[in-house]
T-cell receptor, first 111, second 114 residues
């Protein structure tokens, strides 16, 4: 079963614009992670946020977590063509490493 | 650093054949796992291991076997391939998940069952 639902499924923006992706989940979690997947490649870890955290930053990435709404968002600022990829949220309900992934958001950044 | 290495990258099988997908990591990670990714879907956990000699089932384990005789290797065996097992398979590893750890993924094995 899919824990996370991501919105939108696809997003197309111009270089320099900001991109926001949302993730909703169903059960309580210990941490939520965001991954990027370039076409034909494996997933690359971007950022992890724990259930007692509300916001984290990493370079041009900003992640928020609202456990009351069971939702998270990933903001990529000043996007670049190289950010074109699929982005997945994944939840870990018990810090066991058993991740449950959302369906992903496909981001296209046009030069 | 090689990271997580998966072989083969591509494979075509006939229904009923068996095969082993290889996964090796050189980061001394305790935790390893196998996922499958189907079109339009996120990854689903097949099996995982918290250390050598210890394995457990994930969300979709039927039709697959695993073993973990060393820290480095975590092969996935398809016992009798079925068309429903056509998918892209990813192996991942991390330090003990404890307080939440980033997982490192291989580049996948693209498997087609005819």
């Amino acid at each position: 079963s899919q824990q996370g639902e991501e919105d939108p499924q696809a997003l197309s923006i111009q270089e320099g614009e900001n991109a926001t992706m949302n993730c909703s989940y169903k059960t309580s979690i210990n941490n939520l992670q965001w991954y990027r997947q370039n076409s034909g490649r494996g997933l690359v870890h971007l950022i992890l946020i724990r259930s007692n955290e509300r916001e984290k930053h990493s370079g041009r990435l900003r992640v928020t977590l609202d456990t009351s709404k069971k939702s998270s968002s990933l903001l990529i600022t000043a996007s670049r063509a190289a950010d074109t990829a699929s982005y997945f949220c994944a939840t870990d309900s018990s810090n066991t490493g058993k991740l449950i992934f959302g369906q992903g958001t496909t981001l296209q950044v046009k030069p | 650093n090689a990271g997580v290495t998966q072989t083969p990258k591509f494979q075509v099988l006939k229904t009923g054949q068996s095969m082993t997908l290889q996964c090796a990591q050189d980061m001394n990670h305790e935790y390893m796992s196998w996922y499958r990714q189907d079109p339009g879907m996120g990854l689903r956990l097949i099996h995982y291991s918290v250390g050598a000699g210890i394995t457990d089932q994930g969300e979709v384990p039927n039709g697959y076997n695993v073993s973990r005789s060393t820290t480095e290797d975590f092969p996935l065996r398809l016992l009798s391939a079925a068309p429903s097992q056509t998918s892209v398979y990813f192996c991942a590893s991390s330090y003990s998940p404890g307080q939440g750890r980033a997982q490192h993924f291989g580049d996948g094995t693209r498997l087609s069952i005819l």
